[in-house]
Structure formats: C-alpha cells, structure tokens
C-alpha cells in the first residue's frame, strides 16, 4: 500500500507514544522476551516510520526485556522452487554458483517487512547463524536466543525458536495472520509423519564459500489461519488493535504446544 492511501485511511497518526500504550493494553511488560512478525503499512500512517515501532516496542519492554524478530533470507535458496516469480531454469547453474553466501552483518532480510529489517539493520541487534531462517534480537537475553541455530532441523530444539520455547516467550502478531506465526513451524518438527525434502543455500565453510544442501521438513503453513483461530477459542491469545493494525499476543511455549497437539489432529490423522 503507497503511503498516500495509508494517510487517506488513516483515522489518526501514530506515535511512539501511542504505539507503546497500545502495546501495553494489548498485555506487552516490561521485561517480556517477545518475538515480533510485523506489518508497518496495517498500523496506519506512523510518525517515524519503522524507526518509530522500533522504539515503541524497545520502550515497552524496558532495559530489563529482550525483542526479537524474524531475519529470514528466502532469497538464499533452492531456485528450482522459487515461484514468486519464478526463474528461467537455464539460469539455475550459475545461482548455485553465484548466489552470495550468507553474511549475518549484511544479508538483507526477503519479505519480512520494514519493521524488522529496520531491526536487523541497528547496531548491536545480534544475528542467529542461518542461511534462510535467521533471526534477530537485543537485549539481556540477546545472546543465548541467537547463540545456537542448527542448519537443519532450522525451526528445532536447537534454534532461536528453541530458546524462546525454553524462556516462555510471547510472540506478536502485529497487523499479520497465523500463517505468518513461525512459531508454529517448531511444532512441525515433533511430528514423525511430517515429510523432509531437500534444501539448499550458499554459506562459508572454513572461509569458503560453497552451495550446501541438506534435508529438512517440508514446513507448511497453509493450516495455520484455521489453527490459530482454534488456539485463539481456548482464550490463549489477547486480540487488541496497535494503531489500525489488529493483533494477537501469544505464548509461544502453549502455541507450540497446542499446535503439535492440534496438527496431528487435523492434518496428520
């Protein structure tokens, strides 16, 4: 959406005032680890732009909390998947051959919005090891989320989804839907039925830059509206409004849960 319909349907603008009282009656405190999917344009126009959220969200977790967000890089994959556009297959030797390998100070981060790009960009934001599904955090809890981040399985045990399962963390979803709760994903490594395919990425090895493939699960997301909703009836989520955005604030050691629960459920019975 083009910043002037954003103004045109903006009842009011937002400020980092306004953005953090509403995160606070959404149920955010100070000293919450919360790991953050966000979508600038669905809060209305904000004065500051990311730059703003970014503080609003720093400021109402106070010194003592820890945000984290997503820094995925989709675009350091297998090219013969890629749909979204889709490549010449012809061009497909020389991606493997070419593609830059990941670089946690200066991979951009693919469609994750401007808020966590914004985020990942900031000095001193740390950086999880991760070809494709990397993430970001600051603050006192920093360090141990982003520590460890197994190549494979990339949503496990041993990932920032991982450490934030272990912390009891919270996890907002501002001004997007449950199929964008990575969260969700950690279940699908529980779950023996789930399907592995192959995957791929340029990385360093010993200094070298390589194209490294490795088997993963087939993680899919085309169930999680339906089972977000589910998790929401059983009174886990808040439901409130930063700016026009509407959102959710869930634990993610229950989202998990349920969903690893739900998922053999629905998609696996």
């Not at 070419?98 to 946690?104: G, I, K, L, T």
């Not at 996890?171 to 789930?194: K, N, P, R, W």
């Not at 929401?232 to 959710?248: L, S």
């Amino acid at each position: 959406m083009g910043e002037r319909k954003i103004i045109d349907a903006s009842a009011k603008l937002n400020t980092v005032e306004s953005i953090r009282a509403d995160l606070g009656r959404l149920g955010v405190r100070e000293g919450d680890t919360l790991l953050v999917h966000s979508s600038l344009s669905k809060i209305g126009w904000v004065c500051g732009d990311a730059e703003a959220v970014v503080l609003a969200l720093q400021q109402a977790l106070g010194s003592a909390g820890t945000l984290v967000m997503p820094a995925h890089s989709g675009q350091n994959s297998d090219p013969a998947e890629w749909a979204n556009p889709p490549v010449p297959s012809a061009w497909l030797e020389e991606i493997y051959a070419h593609m830059p390998a990941f670089d946690p100070d200066y991979t951009a981060t693919r469609a994750m919005g401007r808020i966590a790009e914004q985020f990942r960009s900031l000095p001193g934001t740390l950086r999880s090891y991760h070809p494709q599904v990397s993430f970001a955090a600051r603050g006192p809890l920093a360090a141990e989320i982003t520590g460890v981040h197994a190549l494979t399985p990339q949503f496990g045990q041993d990932s920032p989804l991982g450490a934030l399962y272990r912390l009891d963390a919270k996890v907002l979803l501002l001004g997007v839907g449950y199929d964008s709760c990575t969260t969700f994903h950690m279940a699908e490594t529980q779950i023996d039925e789930m399907p592995r395919k192959r995957m791929g990425a340029a990385i360093l090895e010993d200094g070298v830059r390589t194209w490294k493939w490795f088997e993963d699960y087939a993680y899919d997301s085309d169930d999680f509206d339906r089972l977000g909703q589910d998790f929401e009836e059983q009174g886990h989520a808040a439901v409130g409004k930063v700016g026009m955005a509407e959102c959710r604030l869930l634990p993610v050691r229950a989202a998990v849960d349920y969903a690893a629960s739900w998922l053999k459920k629905h998609r696996f019975a």
